[in-house]
Nanobody, 126 residues
């Protein structure tokens, strides 16, 4: 089992940047596909970005492509989400998740993830 703890959220003006971090416990971090999701009030949780076990493959939601970058450091058991050119519509609680399934390289479906963090709030003011 892995525990995930997100950090780095906060209040930022539109056009600004934030870097989220997700620290994982355990010794098998490199065996998990990692993903970032977000949920705004009154809306369903939505996919943001995912990264393969060795970091060689990534995939992004169209809404964040070109503005957000997912990366990971397996030596530090940490996955990151660098967010730039933030917009008010990016306001949400951001969650990281870990998927131990070996059938896929990356994963966009929330239902496929096995472990979730508690989330970190990102608020973008206009």
């Amino acid at each position: 089992q892995v525990q995930l703890v997100e950090s780095g959220g906060g209040l930022v003006q539109a056009g600004g940047s934030l870097r989220l971090s997700c620290a994982a416990s355990g010794h098998t971090f490199g065996s998990y596909i990692m993903g970032w999701f977000r949920q705004a009030p009154g809306k369903e949780r939505e996919f943001v970005a995912t990264i393969s076990r060795n970091g060689g493959s990534t995939h992004y939601a169209d809404s964040v492509k070109g503005r957000f970058t997912i990366s990971r450091d397996n030596a530090k058991n940490t996955v990151y989400l660098q967010m730039s050119s933030l917009k008010p519509e990016d306001t949400a609680r951001y969650y990281c998740a870990a998927d131990q399934n070996y059938w896929f390289n990356v994963q966009v479906r929330a239902a496929m993830y096995d472990y979730w963090g508690q989330g970190t709030q990102v608020t973008v003011s206009s």
